[in-house]
């Protein structure tokens, strides 16, 4: 098991592909996700995803076994910390808006750590692509199909979240295996499990929902994390946000199919806009 994480970790073609199945994985997981909240609410969903996804890190990776330096320990606790924010916000999202556009928006956050990186003239280009992409989607224009701007709010958060979890991601990704990822999930589930305890209640205990919550803690973050921190080990951070670029195609897709959210032509083409801004950044 080392030598296949070792080779994918070494192999940037293998990291990529390890990327897009995390955004696979984590997109079908957030649409079977979607489909919980009227039973155990945003809050309960998000402790199952973070608590089930942390018992499991545990198990698998057993990180205390190597023990944590002062400066890594911060490092995890930040890093936790937005994942569990990030999930909370980008489900309250989700909950008010399609899946497709609230990922549009919150990929403005790793759109902007590849700008911030590069001084090349082609991200003029891409900044005005998201700039457009973003005015179709927010709620300034008054028509009737106009989004809940509650819910754009929420996807902003994450967007802001989504790239500190790419700075402190690549801080953290060069300890051993999944350890840091099995670290970060703990952390984040320290104040997220209680948060849905508190909104849920013994409803949380429910055996089928269990079950479901099981199923969208290995899709939504056990298996995307841990394939997402072997790639952050090879791939520089401007081209693991080229990647994380396909995420709000891949999730209007998976609203579509799975929840049956069906855009309009407008708020396509603006979601288009936004994939080929994060692209155009990250192309050398």
Not at 14 to 28: D, E, F, I, K, W
Request: glycine share 8%.
């Amino acid at each position: 098991m080392a030598e296949d994480k070792t080779s994918v970790a070494g192999n940037p073609w293998l990291a990529g592909l390890a990327l897009l199945c995390s955004q696979l994985s984590l997109n079908v997981g957030a649409a079977f996700a979607k489909n919980l909240f009227p039973k155990v609410g945003v809050e309960g969903v998000t402790a199952y995803r973070v608590g089930i996804s942390a018992l499991i890190m545990l198990a698998m990776f057993r990180p205390w076994r190597t023990r944590l330096t002062w400066k890594q320990a911060v490092n995890v606790a930040i890093y936790g910390s937005v994942i569990g924010i990030m999930n909370l916000m980008i489900y309250r999202a989700f909950a008010r808006i399609p899946m497709g556009i609230a990922v549009a928006i919150e990929v403005a956050g790793p759109l902007t750590v590849a700008v911030l990186s590069s001084h090349r003239p082609r991200d003029i280009v891409a900044v005005c692509l998201a700039v457009a992409g973003l005015y179709f989607l927010l709620p300034i224009h008054g028509h009737v199909d106009q989004l809940d701007p509650v819910g754009v709010a929420y996807a902003a958060g994450a967007a802001v979240c989504w790239a500190l979890y790419i700075v402190y991601g690549k801080r953290v990704s060069a300890m051993s295996g999944g350890q840091s990822v099995a670290w970060g999930m703990l952390a984040a589930s320290v104040f997220i499990v209680p948060i849905g305890a508190a909104h849920t209640g013994m409803d949380l205990l429910t055996p089928s929902f269990l079950l479901v919550g099981t199923v969208i803690a290995v899709m939504s973050s056990a298996v995307p994390y841990t394939l997402e921190m072997l790639s952050m080990r090879t791939l520089s951070s401007r081209t693991f946000s080229m990647f994380s670029s396909a995420a709000p195609a891949l999730s209007a897709l998976a609203g579509m199919f799975v929840l049956g959210e069906h855009l309009t032509l407008t708020q396509w083409l603006a979601i288009t806009a936004i994939v080929m801004a994060s692209a155009l950044t990250s192309l050398r």
